[in-house]
């Protein structure tokens, strides 16, 4: 990242330990579709373009008894693509080509990025297309389920508040959303650009259920995906610390977007992270 003049270090701090208790105990994948080692980018979506869709290949077959996973903070594509290595399902190699001109592995992901199976540029988009994909699975009668990973800037999003009350309407307890509440968006901190607490109780109130855990146990965050929801989409807000790991991050007023300031800056940073 370091080597790319910067990028979204701090939602790889915050997300970590969820993405991997998602990938390694929540979600039911199957082996992946994809090739290890991501193409270059395929070019622009369109009907005659057959990489289209290629980044959910890496979560599996879309079968009706397995899980779909819907990443909607797409800037958070570093930690989604770390993990993905972790876990066998892209190559190291692919990491090596991030954010490099003509890559796939791009630092915003879209379609076309491993893991992420729609383009969600807009925040809370991807949470209404994961409500959809849920309602169409409740019809089928499919046994899996729809998880969406999210950020907390979505709920300063009038679009998350209406799917969510949606969800609760629809009886879409297939559906379930697990949020990254860093406390974090880009203009600083959540509380000084709009407020979103108390978001467990505002959630319950639009006819969720809701469990708060501290996103850098993965132990809790397998235990609240564990919570009963009959009739009710489950939402877990898990509290995480954007500069987990990385103390050097301390020094800094935001935190959404991480370029070294300066020389000083960049050493601590790759010092840090070469002791990882």
Known sequence: MLERD??????????????????VGILRLGDSEAPPVPPPFPGVPRRDNPTVGLGGRYNGPKAPELDRLIF????????????????G????????????????????????????????????????????VALARKMRREPGRVWVFMSDGELQEGQTWECVAAMAHHSLDNCHLLVDVNGQQCDGPMDSVMG???????????????????????????????????????????????????PALRTRGRFHYIRPGSADERRALEQTLESM
Do not use: K, W
Not at 7 to 18: N, P
Not at 72 to 87: I, Q
Not at 103 to 129: C, D, F, K, N, W
Not at 196 to 219: C, N, Q, S
């Open 6 to 23: 910067g990028g979204y270090l701090s939602q790889a701090c915050s997300s970590a330990e969820m993405l991997a208790a998602l990938y």
């Open 72 to 87: 909607s903070p797409v800037h958070y594509a570093l930690a989604l693509y770390a993990t993905l290595v972790e876990v």
């Open 89 to 132: 399902r892209m190559a190291p190699e692919g990491l090596a080509q991030f954010n490099a001109d003509g890559s796939s592995v791009e630092m915003i992901g879209a379609e076309h990025s491993p893991g992420i199976e729609v383009t969600a540029g807009s925040l809370a988009q991807a949470a209404s297309t994961a409500g959809g």
């Open 196 to 246: 979103i607490e108390p978001a467990a109780e505002r959630l319950r109130a639009f006819g969720a259920v809701v469990e708060e855990v501290d996103g850098h146990d993965v132990g809790a965050v397998l235990a609240a995906a564990d919570v009963p929801h009959e009739g009710r989409p489950l939402v877990i807000l898990g509290r995480t610390d954007p500069c987990r790991g990385i």
